[in-house]
């Protein structure tokens, strides 16, 4: 039997069903993405056009200070008499901004670093060894000791956040090359003299997309978190700005009398993390199930 | 054995020295000028010269990381500008608080979220197993300090069952008023860190379960309940301990917020009133006592591996 | 032992009737298994043959009740165990039944042993579950059936764990515990497939002793013939779900009636090499001289345990010809291989292809004879990467060499139509393909760099027997056609025999033979060699050949 007579060969040709399977399909499936995207889908909208249809957040208004919410302030007044509601609605704003700054920012540095600590041995010791002690850092003791020698403002609160995050996305993207590296198609790409950079963007690089992508929804989520704490421990962005964190620090002092002013913006905070770790469950299930089952 | 745990004590050494590394570093590498940040908008020049010669930023960089490291070594962690007080000592008066809040929630913790867990993974796809799901997903979402005011206004301020705020010590007032005192710090704390742990014990259960065996378990004829106990829950104990060590840098941050959230005078308050009266030196100290802690958790963990994990020899 | 015949088998233990099981929805056909019907007797090995996908292994965990009914449901027909039908018994009458009236042993030992507990303990798990007896009794009877199981020093294992303890001697622990209880019924599922060679003949040994000693009903799943021609009474064959033919061991294998067993049997290798023409000596494309690989597993602080892969490792390769490395798990032949690939370094020792000593060289000043030496890998599925078409994965070396992206394209479609592809499948991605086509593809993949040397590390042994067949035919072909020199490294002595023109030996990193393939199976001259060939499963059965 010579090759040439034998053009087509004799084995079936599996093609597996589920290969074909829509990606609005695999979406449907997972209906946490459509809950959780729908849910921040809203609040985004309320942090990028709210704004323009609410009160001034920051007009005084002495008469009307810590008023109950009922009729024109739908969430109350705070204890110089601002629309809590109005404030609420501009802290959406910088809930979002920081929490999407963070991820990205730290996604970013991760994968970098991650992919030299990955596949470049003699760096690797030595960054994991660092990425080891920061991690061993708590996260909200480093962002307060930052931001207390840098000065309080958004941008030095977003690095702040980002630092403690970086450990942890490091060690995913490592984790991903150091397995990936030992695949034969990898090892087929360096038999067939691919450069490294290259081996780097097209083999290994998409491997990590989707590992990444919910890890930063993640992020997203705890920064926010960190942020509304570092606000309400007093250290984060300046107390001028309506950030959730701020509104409630002041709201703490007349807690007993006027408890609405922490328990908005803070349901507030709560339903915008739980829209992002949602729509993170549900990309994990979906893009991932390898990881899925290791969280 | 014990080369074993040489060894992983000895790895601990380069680990605490980055940590006490990068916090020099912060101090002496952050933009614009930290003592006249950390002396305040009001300062005179008198006082940002007073605070620069405190932090020792006056002599030549690598003097003051000797002196540092030295110090470091000898377990001096600083002083603070505005008392005068070794951060030591200010960590020695505050810190019986901190571990009692800090050792309830790991205990609270452990025992309702391994149970969860494992509950869950055994009955993978059912209501148990979600609501397990969704309690963690919103374990997660919730600050923690709202979720404490939240319980302060229905527990203690609407039904009135247990004190608003404070801490008594087991030692001075008896167990009763601590209790009364510690519960609702503890629920707060705790949540954020059982939905971390009963989240990772049932990702870790599900995936044993997976394994051939305890599929051979099964063929032996053994029943449900010891397949989970003796062959799962076991070699799902690595990862769930693992998990629990690196929850505590988690906890610190939380308790940091929680003792804020009750008013109790633990090292976490002590952290904020530094904050508050811009003592840098004390949360400078506080960052590594915590992280050196933290580390130490880890190793022990580490080592208990052995205990779980008998391929674990060497 | 005497092979029965067919009218005289013994009583039955378990007998399926008629038995159906589905498959869940989106699968993609509606049964794993379709209206099968066979039994096994007391005292009888009964081998269920086929490919992947067959069924075969599903078979095996209905009668033990360990798959979920929700997932493969049986649909129709009975398993009897000793007349009572198990797929009728509650979860709790099964747990019962397993272990104590039948008990199954598994493909990969060291997974199917609890790692944390001792092989002790989960041998007694056994008589825990389903007897009474106190700890000391219990204590007594596993030292007795790991003896039986010829174990040594059964008091010592008792208290190890699985992983300080060898392949093989794991296994025994699984079938001791298999038969603690005495079961009448023995499942075995591809015992012995993940098993090195001579390790394998000693499990095949025990089973077929233990079987004659306490008359216990093996059902024994596999997709060897070698196996098969080694310990069965009587053989099922099964594809595609269906039971195609049964019947006595010596007539399935000698003349088997129905055209699928007939290819299955005829594609088993023959471990006699075929008359070879004596080939010129050529110019030499590949020269290893005094070949070196160390691991040293230490680190900071630790003294490190040095392994050695491979040590003093000589071959010559020349063009046209292939030189088979064979050996067992451990034996270094991969080492060589990935030395020689240089995906690893070595630690010493030359590398010399186009007169140039590759072995030290750093990676830029490697790089231009890295098209000279190419690989084929074992797993199909890992060996091309998913993301990307199989077109791009094919181009992406020419073009690292300076082909431009058309002509790369235009060498791609031309090297489809040689490996039995059609070109216009270089648009479509690997799932798309089965394991034999993706090993077609990394084959063609290999070749679009035009290297001299192809090394091929058990590029043939994922496959079914019958693509196995076609693959090593395409792997001959090209070899002619390119006039390469083939590296050919497998486990399998029966392969080797067929492809090799020589052969090298290796065992713990050293070559301990070498020489003309047909004067080394004739006449080995090393210990080791003689062992591997008087272990391999099979070989005094004479296999039908199509005719």
Known sequence: MSVDANPQVAEPETVPAKAELSQWAIIRSHPSIIIGGILLGIMILVGVIGPLFTADPIALNPIKRLKPPQGEFLFGTDFLGRDVFARVVHGARISLVVGLAVSGIAVFIGLIVGMISGYIRVLDAIIMRIMDGLMSIPAILLAIALISLSGATLTTVVIAIVVPEVPRVVRLVRSVVLTVREEPYVEAAIAAGTKLPLILYRHILPNTIAPMIVQATYICGSAMLTESILGFLGAGIPPEIPSWGNIMAEGRTYFQLSPWIIFYPGIALAVTVLSVNILGDGLRDTLDPRIARKM | MLGYVIRRVLATIPVMVIVAAFVFLMLRLSPGDPASVIAGDYATAEDIARIREQLGLNEPILVQFTKWIAGLAQGDLGTSIFTNLPVTTLIAQRIEPTIMLTLTTIIFTVLVAVPLGTIAAWKAGSWIDRAVMVFSVAGFSVPVFVLGYILIYVISIQLQWLPVQGYRSMFEHGVGPFLRHIIMPTVTLSVIFIALIARMTRASVMEVLQEDYVRTARAKGQSEMKVLLSHALRNAAVPIVTVIGIGIALLIGGVVVTESVYNIPGLGRLVLDAVLARDYPIIQGLILFFSFIYILINLVIDLSYTLFDPRIRY | ????????????????????????????????????????????????????????????????????????????????????????????????????????????????????????????????????????????????????????????????????????????????????????????????????????????????????????????????????????????????????????????????????????????????????????????????????????????????????????????????????????????????????????????????????????????????????????????????????????????????????????????????????????????????????????????????????????????????????????????????????????????LRVAAQVCDRIMVMQNGVVVEQGLTSKVYANPSHSYTEALLGAAPGRNTEFAKLA
């Open chain 3, 1 to 492: 032992m005497a092979k029965k015949t067919q009218n005289q088998r013994p009583e039955t233990v378990l007998e399926i009737k008629g038995l159906s099981v589905t498959l869940p929805e989106g699968a993609d056909r509606e049964f794993a298994i379709q209206d099968i019907s066979f039994t096994v007797g007391k005292g009888e090995i009964v081998c269920v043959v086929g490919e992947s996908g067959s069924g075969k292994s599903v078979t095996a965990h209905t009668v033990m009740g360990l798959i979920p009914r929700k997932d493969l449901t049986p649909v129709a027909g009975q398993a009897l165990l000793n007349g009572e039908d198990l797929l009728v018994k509650s979860e709790a009458e099964l747990r019962e039944l397993r272990g104590e009236r039948m008990a199954m042993i598994f493909q990969e030992p060291m997974t199917a042993l609890n790692p944390v507990m001792k092989v002790g303990d989960q041998i007694g798990e056994m008589l825990e579950i389903h007897t009474s007896m106190s700890a000391s009794e219990r204590a007594a009877r596993v030292l007795e059936v790991m003896a039986d199981v010829n174990l040594p020093d059964p008091k010592k294992l008792f208290d190890t764990y699985p992983h300080q303890l060898s392949g093989g001697q794991r296994q025994r622990i699984m079938i001791a515990m298999a038969l603690a209880l005495e079961p009448g019924l023995l499942i075995a599922d591809e015992p012995t497939t993940a098993l090195d060679v001579t390790t394998q003949a000693q499990i095949l040994d025990l089973i077929k002793d233990i079987q004659e000693r306490h008359g216990t009903g093996v059902l024994f799943i596999t997709h060897d013939f070698g196996v098969v021609a080694e310990i069965a009474d009587h053989v099922v064959v099964m594809q595609h779900g269906l039971v195609v033919e049964q019947g006595p061991a010596a007539q399935i294998l000698g003349k088997p009636s129905h055209p699928y067993t007939q290819m299955l049997i005829s594609s088993v290798p023959s471990l006699v090499p075929p008359e070879r023409p004596e080939r010129e000596v050529r110019e030499t494309a590949l020269q290893v001289h005094d070949l070196d690989k160390t691991y040293d597993d230490g680190g900071f602080l630790k003294k490190g345990r040095q392994v050695k892969a491979a040590q003093g490792v000589e071959l010559v390769i020349h063009r046209g010809e292939t030189l088979g490395v064979v050996g067992e798990s451990g034996s270094g032949k991969s080492t060589v291989a990935r030395c020689i690939v240089r995906l690893i370094d070595p630690t010493g020792g030359e590398v010399m292809i186009s007169g140039q000593n590759i072995a030290g060289l750093a990676e830029n000043a490697l790089r231009p004879y890295r098209r000279d030496v190419q690989i084929v890998f074992q797993d199909p599925y890992r060996s091309l990467n998913p993301r990307r078409t199989v077109g791009q994965s094919i181009v992406e070396g020419p073009m690292n060499f300076g082909l431009s992206h058309h002509e790369a394209l235009e060498r791609a479609r031309e090297l489809m139509r040689v490996v039995g592809l059609a070109p216009d499948a270089l648009d479509r991605f690997p799932h798309q393909f089965s394991g034999g086509q993706r090993q077609r593809i990394c084959i063609a993949r290999a070749l679009a760099m035009e290297p001299k040397v192809l090394i091929a590390d058990e590029a043939v042994s994922a496959l079914d027997v019958s693509v196995q067949a076609q693959v090593l035919q395409l792997l001959d072909d090209v070899r002619q056609r390119y006039d390469l020199a083939m590296l050919f490294i497998t486990h399998d």
